[in-house]
C-alpha cells in the first residue's frame, strides 16, 4: 500500500476532512486525493463528500484498505483472498528487507501449524503473519507468542467467547481452569486422566518463526489462525470457531484488536514482562494437572506457573520442572485429585 492510500486512510478514519485540506497534509495534489478516494470507492467503501469534505459511511467486510481503515498499530496491511501460507508470504517478505507488515488472507490452502502439521484454513477465518523485528534476543521470542494468544483471547472475549489460553499456544473455548468450569457439571466425570475435558474445543493455534544471530532477533513472523466465521464442519474435529460459538463476527473488528493488543504488548518501548502478567489473566494451564511431551521426554505434574520467557512451571512427584517447549496436556484439575 502506498504511503498516500495509508495517509489518507487514517486522515478519513478521524473523521469527515476537506479534499484541499487533505492534499495539502499529505504533500500531493488534489487531483491525486480525489484519485484515491475513487479507487477506494472501487473497493467497497462507501465516501460521501458533502459539509465538512469526504466522509466514510461505509467499508467493505474485509481487505487491506478496510483493516488499515482505523487501525490503531504501527502495522502495514497486505490481504490475498487465496495464499498458500501467510507465514510463508511474511518469510518472503522478510527476505526482501521487509517490516511491520501483516500478511493477512482470507483462506489458505496450505496452512501450517507446528512440527509440520497441517493447519485447516478454510475461507472465513482470520489467519494473518505480523513480522516485526524487534531489537531484542531470541530468548525472549516466546513472549510473541504468548503475547499473540492474549491478543486472541481478547479479542474472542470482546465478541463474546469466553476463551482462554492452553499453554503455550493454543486458544480454546470450554476450558476455563483448574476447579468448576460453571457448567454445572462434575468437573471429575470421565474417569482418571480424562485428557482435555470433552468440553474443551480449539479456536486458535499459533506458529512463531524466527531468524537471528545468537543476541539478536532479525526478523520474526508470528502467525495467527483463527477459526472466525467458518462451519466447524470444515475443521478438524475437536475444533471450534467463532461462528459456532457466537455467531459471525466483524472479521475487520476482530483482527484490528487483535493487532492493537499485540502492539500495545510488544511495541517499541513496551515491558516484556507485562506480557506474563496478561497471559496469567488469561490461561487456562495454571493450576491444572498437565501432560507435556518435550523433545525428549514426558512430564506429568500440576502446572503452577510460567515464568520469563514463557516457560510452564510444574510441580512433579520429583520437584520442580521449567519446561521450555512442548505439547499440552490438560488432566484433571489438579484440586480435584
Ligand atoms: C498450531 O499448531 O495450532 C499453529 C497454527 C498456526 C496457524 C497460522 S494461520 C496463519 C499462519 N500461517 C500459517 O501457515 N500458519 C499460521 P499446532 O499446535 O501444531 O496444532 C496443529 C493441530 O491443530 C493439527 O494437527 C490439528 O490437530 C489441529 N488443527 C488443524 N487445523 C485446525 C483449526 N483450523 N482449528 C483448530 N485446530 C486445528
Redesign the pocket.
Known amino acids: 500500500m502506498n504511503e498516500t492510500r495509508r495517509a489518507l486512510l487514517d486522515a478519513l478514519a478521524a473523521g469527515p476532512v476537506e479534499g484541499p485540506a487533505l492534499a495539502q497534509r499529505l504533500g500531493v495534489s488534489r487531483a491525486a486525493v480525489w484519485k484515491q478516494v475513487e479507487a477506494l470507492r472501487e473497493e467497497g467503501f462507501s465516501i460521501e463528500s458533502g459539509e465538512g469534505g469526504y466522509r466514510v459511511v461505509d467499508v467493505p467486510e474485509y481487505g487491506a484498505a478496510a483493516i488499515q481503515f482505523g487501525l490503531d498499530a504501527p502495522y502495514e496491511i497486505e490481504y490475498h483472498d487465496r495464499i498458500a ?4 508470504r511474511a518469510r518472503e517478505l522478510a527476505a526482501d528487507g521487509a517490516s511491520d507488515v501483516v500478511v493477512v488472507a482470507d483462506q ?1 490452502t ?6 509440520k ?5 478454510p475461507s472465513g477465518g482470520v ?3 505480523p513480522l516485526v523485528r524487534p531489537r531484542r534476543p531470541p530468548a525472549e521470542v516466546p513472549l510473541y507468542t504468548l503475547a499473540a494468544a492474549v491478543a486472541v483471547v481478547r479479542a474472542s472475549r470482546e465478541a463474546g467467547v469466553d476463551a482462554a489460553i492452553k499453554w503455550p ?2 486458544v480454546l473455548v470450554g476450558d476455563s481452569g483448574g476447579g468448576d468450569d460453571g457448567d454445572g457439571r462434575d468437573d471429575d466425570e470421565g474417569g482418571e486422566d480424562e485428557v482435555d475435558r470433552p468440553g474443551a474445543r ?1 479456536l486458535a ?3 512463531t518463526e524466527m531468524e537471528g544471530e545468537a543476541d539478536r532477533v532479525s526478523w520474526l513472523v508470528v ?3 483463527v ?1 472466525a466465521n467458518v462451519d466447524v464442519e470444515d ?2 474435529p ?2 471450534t470457531s467463532l461462528r459456532a460459538e457466537v455467531g459471525d463476527v466483524d472479521r475487520r473488528v476482530f483482527l484490528q484488536r487483535l493487532l492493537e493488543v499485540f502492539a500495545e504488548l510488544t511495541g517499541e518501548g513496551a515491558d516484556l514482562r507485562g506480557v506474563l502478567d496478561a497471559w496469567r489473566e488469561h490461561a487456562a494451564t495454571i493450576g491444572r494437572r498437565v501432560r507435556v511431551e518435550t523433545a525428549g521426554e514426558t512430564i506429568e505434574g500440576d502446572a503452577v506457573d510460567v515464568r520469563f520467557p514463557g516457560s510452564l512451571v510444574v510441580r512433579t512427584d520429583d520437584g520442580e520442572r521449567v519446561v521450555h517447549a512442548g505439547d499440552c496436556e490438560h488432566l484433571r484439575p489438579a484440586a480435584d485429585r
Open positions: 501460507s501467510t507465514n510463508d489458505q496450505g496452512g501450517r501449524g507446528r512440527l502439521r497441517s493447519f485447516s484454513s489467519w494473518a503473519s499456544n493454543d480449539k493455534g499459533i506458529l502467525g495467527i489462525g477459526n475443521l478438524p475437536g475444533a
